[in-house]
Nanobody, 124 residues
Framework: QVQLVESGGGLVQAGGSLRLSCAASARTFARYFMGWFRQAPGKEREFVAAIRWSGGSAIYAAGVKGRFTISRDNAKSTVLLQMNSLKPEDTAVYYC?????????????????WGQGTQVTVSS
């Protein structure tokens, strides 16, 4: 069983930066995908970014590409999301998730394990 714990959320002004961290309780298979999703009030959960545990190319949602960077620290079984140039519309609960497959996916239905979420609030 994989447990995921997010941290690093908070309140920041527009244009600022935050770094989210997701720690996994068990070392996962190197080719599995780790993703970040977010859910704003009244909206569906949406894909933000994903990366294989082994690294390689990351994938991003169009609205965050160029501002957000996903990376991993294999020694610490941690996935990071660096968020720069934050906008009020980035306000949401951010979730870390693991997909037990070597194939990339942006669908929430295709991720098997989820963290509890961390709140990110961007003020204007």
């Amino acid at each position: 069983q994989v447990q995921l714990v997010e941290s690093g959320g908070g309140l920041v002004q527009a244009g600022g930066s935050l770094r989210l961290s997701c720690a996994a309780s068990a070392r996962t298979f190197a080719r599995y995908f780790m993703g970040w999703f977010r859910q704003a009030p009244g909206k569906e959960r949406e894909f933000v970014a994903a990366i294989r545990w082994s690294g390689g190319s990351a994938i991003y949602a169009a609205g965050v590409k160029g501002r957000f960077t996903i990376s991993r620290d294999n020694a610490k079984s941690t996935v990071l999301l660096q968020m720069n140039s934050l906008k009020p519309e980035d306000t949401a609960v951010y979730y870390c998730a693991q997909r037990s497959s070597i194939e990339a996916s942006t669908s929430t239905n295709e991720y098997d394990y989820w963290g509890q979420g961390t709140q990110v609030t961007v003020s204007s």
